[in-house]
């Protein structure tokens, strides 16, 4: 079930699913420590004797944000209760809070007594052994601890805050369900503590008027000691949750703002998910610096892991998307991040916890004949040196470089270009990067050329010219041997991957893939140059999704996911970085406004198949649209905010060359 809402302030990440029900909460670092390990945690509503969670069948859902906020504006609407409520969600700035507004009105035309019930499932340090709730009844609130993790829950309705009903039990064993239950009759049991594996729940009463509103706020707070969560509950009492719910409102306001020139040329449904992308990759980014690829914890049942890692592929071009957009610091905490991450061998690991421990891995070290193999992902560590070009070119950020030059830039250099093909002159081995096959790939390639050009660029800076010379002959060496190995006259295009054969033959994999617009993005060929533009038309001809859906596959036959084996209908689920990827090759080719056209229309595409929350998934069902894996899915939203700047900049571009806009009147 994806996660339509993430809200979060760098250290505090909380995640609802389609139905409003908090599934996830990270601390105190983004994407680690999940203390309710994904499990449902219930939001329930009593009212005239009956009861509705807001996970049952019955309402009617709007989950959105506010616009340009990380603020909720979700509104459930149940006929049978006759009920509306209109909940704000927001994690405060400072303090790590989460506040949950909830307004709730009658529509029947009768006063009405009405029960909210919040409930807790603990599972902190990510697991349910050795937990303890209790009530804390000076402040009429529930806390959960396990060592340095403190859980505080209370609310407020009425004239004095507190909760007005609670309850702390068992569950996960012996037949115990949890304390959800009980509140099912509308009452709770009042029990004041447990211990091992435990849940609570809290209740306030609200007296509605008929066709009037009132209100109730739930609030959590997170913190390593008791003195912790404890202070900022005083917090809430003396400033008052409604003027922490417009601190929130008003800070992402300011930070997602000015928009980038030109923005308003495109259509309000673009410049919204423009605005929203960004705020929802904050939310995926830990204060340390760790970009996370995403949090959404159900992909456990896929492979019992999840993708609450820092891949430093993903998160160097996420990074880049976020230094166009106008945040550098948010790029300057990753470089750093990553600065400590280097092998001795000069490479990146597959992945990465948000702490910068090495995360969990299938790439092995050892070859077929049990030889020492690199276990990486080439590209990734290509990728880190051109941010870091990036960033430096954009912020003349020259403390930052000499600190990283000597750790990261060097050994990084000499490693991609001494690991080399003695055939063929093409990066060695390794994995691509979907993961799923060691090769020499045509995105690697790509990727490497970049960066050792963006290491010869800064090592010219520290008058170190002979590695300078060195890295960039190795660059041009590489280049002209893609242009030789990649490039397949038989069949008109570029392949994805080779493999040399102990013997020395060089095989080329046919098989179509959208990672062969690496190729032009990292600027290895021109966007125009004929054998780009028949490779990326073949990608659009082959790779689109022949349904109402659209989109572009990964590659033909994928099997992630795989929901058909018409593959010449469907060669594989639609992904939005693919398709945007496509969409870019229309920018970069375009020399005139109606060039731009299908990169609009490719633009347009991704908003369509966005939740209503702005939320991109990684891929979408190729019959319904539905999301797909895991939501959000930060290479997505990075992407998208890339794509929408490329296009705004070369609309610029010719605007400055006397073309009138194509989306003027």
Known sequence: MPRDLPIGNGRLLLAFDRTYTLRDVYYPRVGQENHTQGRANRFGVWCDG??????????????????????????????????????????????????????????????????LFAHFDGYLWGYADGETAYYEPTARALVHYKGKRYFWFSGWAGEDPGYHLFACGNKAFRGHEGTWRDAEDGTLSGNPIAQGSVDSIGGLELLVPAHGTATATFWMAAGLRFADVSRIHQVVLRQGPESLLTRVRRYWQSWVQPDPPRLET????????????????????????????????????????????????????????????????????????????????????????????????????????????????????????????????????????????????????????????????????????????????????????????????????FGDDQFAETWSRAADAIREAAERYLYRTELGRFVRMLT????????????????????????????????????????????????????????????????????????????????????????????SPPELGRALELLEWTAQHALPSGVLAEQVHPETGEPLSVSPLSWSHGTFVATVLRYLEKEGQLAAAGWPSFLAP
């Open 266 to 461: 495109l259509p309000p449904s673009l410049q919204r998910l423009y605005r929203q992308s960004l705020l929802i990759l904050r939310t995926q980014i830990d204060d340390g610096g760790a970009i996370l690829a995403a949090n959404d914890s159900d992909i456990l049942q896929f492979g019992r892991d999840t993708y609450s890692y820092v891949w430093p592929r993903d998160g160097a071009l996420i990074a880049d998307a976020l230094l166009d957009a106008g945040y550098p610091e948010l790029v300057r905490r990753f470089l750093l991040f990553m600065g400590d991450l280097v092998t001795h061998y000069g490479f990146f690991l597959h992945k990465y916890n948000p702490d910068g421990s090495a995360g969990s891995s299938w790439h092995p070290w050892a070859g077929p004949n049990g030889e020492l193999q690199f276990p990486i992902q080439e590209d990734s560590t290509a990728l880190v040196l051109v941010t870091l070009w990036q960033y430096y070119r954009k912020t003349r950020d020259l403390e930052l470089l000499r600190a990283l030059y000597g750790s990261v830039v060097i050994p990084c250099a000499r490693f991609l270009a001494s690991y080399r093909d003695p055939v063929t002159g093409l990066p060695a081995p390794s994995y691509d990067l979907w993961e799923e096959r060691r090769g020499i790939h045509a995105f690697t390639v790509a990727s490497v050329v970049a960066g050792l050009r963006a290491a010869a660029r800064l090592a010219r800076i």
């Open 500 to 591: 040399v054969e102990p013997y020395g033959e060089v095989r080329p994999d046919p098989t179509l893939d959208a990672s062969l617009s690496g190729l032009f993005l990292f600027d290895v060929f021109p966007a125009r140059d004929p054998r780009i533009a028949a490779t990326m038309r073949a990608i659009e001809e082959r790779l689109w999704v022949k349904t109402a859906v659209g989109g572009v596959a990964r590659y033909e036959d994928d099997y992630y996911y795989q929901m058909s084996r018409d593959i010449e209908r469907i060669p594989g689920n639609p992904w939005f970085i693919c398709t945007l990827w496509l969409a870019q090759w229309y920018v970069a080719r375009a020399a």
């Open 50 to 115: 009956e009861f509705a969670w807001l996970s049952d069948e019955g309402w009617e859902r709007d989950l959105r944000y506010e616009d340009g906020t990380l603020v909720t504006d979700v509104r459930l609407r149940h006929p049978r209760l006759g009920l509306l409520l209109v909940c704000s969600d927001a994690v405060a700035l400072e303090e790590d809070l989460w506040i949950r507004q909830v307004r709730v009105r009658d529509e029947r035309g009768t006063s009405r007594r009405v029960r």
